[in-house]
């Protein structure tokens, strides 16, 4: 169980790595703007950029699924359902923590 938990954390922080700053926007425009900006990129390095960061994202969707096939396929019905149910509060209380810091930057008046 230790493992699938290791695997399971690993699976989701890559995933979560992939998006990069800016979760939400397609294709890491985020990173893509910051990089354009210290970096002086054209306008066609930049739309470069954000075609990697896009093709990139799919296949890390794609890995993505394919460990969660594999690791619910070992698990039992009950197992998946915890396993959801702990996904659904690590999102919870990722949601948390982005609302905080979008108060915190607003009190900043960024």
Partial sequence: MKKVAIIFLAVFSTAA???GPGHGQKGGERM???MSQKLDLSEE???QMKAIF???GKKM????DETQGKINAILTPEQQEKMAEMKEQRKERWEERKEKRKEKMEKRGE
Avoid: D, P
């Fill in 17 to 19: 790595f992939a998006y």
């Fill in 32 to 34: 893509v703007e910051h």
């Fill in 45 to 47: 390095q930049s739309e």
């Fill in 54 to 56: 896009e093709e990139q």
């Fill in 61 to 64: 969707k794609a890995l993505h």
